[in-house]
Nanobody, 119 residues
Framework: QVQLVESGGGLVQAGGSLRLSCAASGSIFSINVMGWYRQAPGKQRELVARTTSSGFTNYADSGKGRFTISRDNAKNAVYLQMNSLKPEDTAVYYC?????????????WGQGTQVTVSS
């Protein structure tokens, strides 16, 4: 069983910064893809950024130049540094990982953390 625990959300004024963290625990052999998604009220969940174990990283256009994803493989953790936040960044942010356990790879999600950006 693998669990993802997120932290770091909150309320911030426009132009401010937040750093989200997500750590996985359980019977983990390796983690290939780590990513962040978000879902605003009334909208579909969308990709924010993701990174692979080989170093490939991609960002949604909405976050390019403002958001930075990073990972610590030793801690099974992924981070999202968000700068120059805008009200339209308000959403619940979810981390997502493709985790290799004993012989299989499964898709896991965190519980979500609320990010609210006030104007």
């Amino acid at each position: 069983q693998v669990q993802l625990v997120e932290s770091g959300g909150g309320l911030v004024q426009a132009g401010g910064s937040l750093r989200l963290s997500c750590a996985a625990s359980g019977s983990i052999f390796s983690i290939n893809v780590m990513g962040w998604y978000r879902q605003a009220p009334g909208k579909q969940r969308e990709l924010v950024a993701r990174t692979t174990s080989s170093g490939f990283t991609n960002y949604a256009d909405s976050g390019k130049g403002r958001f930075t994803i990073s990972r610590d493989n030793a801690k099974n953790a992924v981070y999202l540094q968000m700068n120059s936040l805008k009200p339209e960044d308000t959403a619940v942010y979810y981390c997502n990982m493709f985790v290799l356990t004993s012989g299989r790879t499964d898709d896991y999600w965190g519980q979500g953390t609320q990010v609210t950006v006030s104007s």
